[in-house]
């Protein structure tokens, strides 16, 4: 009876570590409209892999090395290749959390289902050191051997990417016209590849106010359907990089409407209310993923030594009564 619960009691353990592991990985969506020159039209990766990884796998399991390596140029069945950093999603987001946004979860399924052939990547580790974006430009790099082989590497102003001398976008204005531009000068056979991350679009009508990223994601599709070019995406989220946390904007809202109406005030006091919201704010920021995942992890740990210690007292053959002794 006590190694049954110990048993079950390990498998709870893993369950929750599984839990920990989806809190820490990202999603990845490969999709391409008029892309077929791979046999399987959709296929998931259950795999937990590195940004390296997932670069290496686009290129090979995906097709891409015939859009991005230099020395295969000749009949490119693609003339776009889109990289898209989000800001939102975490791997648990896929299988339904309430946190996440359906738009997005609906425009990424629309996309994968709707497309020739798709790829989906559930668990991708995310890295504390480098942006997702430089590690797949780095590693589409590297695995070409010679160096990218597109026609033009364009990237948005929001991306932190390192070395090469890239086209630099400002804002959505920008990414279309380039894609507009590019269409009408490249010739036939090249291929570009345009990276764009979250955090560089801002609103027409509240400039303070950045696009939800589902509504980013149709713009940008939008307009590369409208240049009329042939394309493949890429959907990768990398929300440990971002600045505004997603499950906190209405203190986020809260700090700049009161900003707004204090504007007359002078911004070297901070009085009580200030502090107060300060102190609000560095408790949302020091609870970061990686720090609840810990903390997470450590009760976990100190759950199964308690269980372990309850199933190794329940397995002690210790007679319930004592007979009593007899007289000679």
């Not at 989806?22 to 391409?32: E, R, Y």
């Not at 039209?41 to 259950?46: I, T």
């Not at 859009?67 to 693609?78: A, D, G, Q, T, Y």
């Not at 609000?280 to 810990?294: F, H, I, K, S």
Request: hydrophobic share 40%; glycine share 6%.
């Amino acid at each position: 009876m006590g190694f049954k619960i110990f048993v079950v009691a390990m498998m709870v353990g893993f369950i929750a570590a599984a839990q920990i592991s989806l809190a820490s990985t990202v999603p990845a969506f490969l999709w391409a409209p008029g892309f077929s020159s791979v046999e399987s039209k959709e296929s998931v990766n259950y795999q937990i892999m590195s940004p390296k990884d997932l670069a290496n796998s686009v290129l090979s399991q995906g097709g891409w090395s015939d859009l991005l390596c230099s020395e295969r140029k000749n009949e490119r069945p693609v003339d776009l290749a889109v990289v898209f950093v989000g800001r939102e999603l975490h791997s648990s987001d896929v299988a339904g959390n309430k946190h996440a946004d359906p738009a997005l979860l609906n425009l990424l399924k629309d996309s994968f289902t709707k497309s020739n052939f798709s790829m989906a990547f559930p668990y991708v580790a995310t890295s504390e050191e480098e942006t997702m974006e430089n590690l797949l430009v780095s590693s589409f790099k590297e695995a070409c051997g010679h160096g990218l082989g597109v026609a033009n590497v364009a990237f948005l102003e929001s991306c932190s990417i390192e070395g090469g001398d890239f086209q630099k976008l400002a804002n959505l204005h920008s990414v279309h016209d380039h894609l507009v531009s590019r269409m009408e000068k490249r010739t036939n056979g090249e291929t570009d590849l345009v990276v764009l991350c979250h955090g560089g679009f801002q609103s027409l009508k509240e400039l303070d106010q950045p696009l939800p990223e589902s509504e980013i994601l149709t713009e940008v599709m939008s307009s590369v359907e409208q240049s009329g070019a042939k394309y493949a995406a890429l959907y990768v989220s990398d929300p440990f990089k971002s600045i505004h946390y997603p499950g906190y904007r209405e203190l986020e809202r809260f700090l700049a409407d009161d900003t707004a109406k204090n504007g007359s005030a002078s911004p070297k006091v901070c009085d009580e209310v200030c502090q107060l919201k300060s102190s609000l704010l560095e408790g949302v920021l020091v609870r970061d993923p990686y720090v609840a995942a810990l903390h997470d992890f450590q009760g976990i740990v100190l759950l199964l030594i308690l269980v372990s210690g309850l199933c190794c007292m329940m397995g002690i053959d210790t007679p319930t009564r004592f007979e009593a002794p007899q007289e000679n």
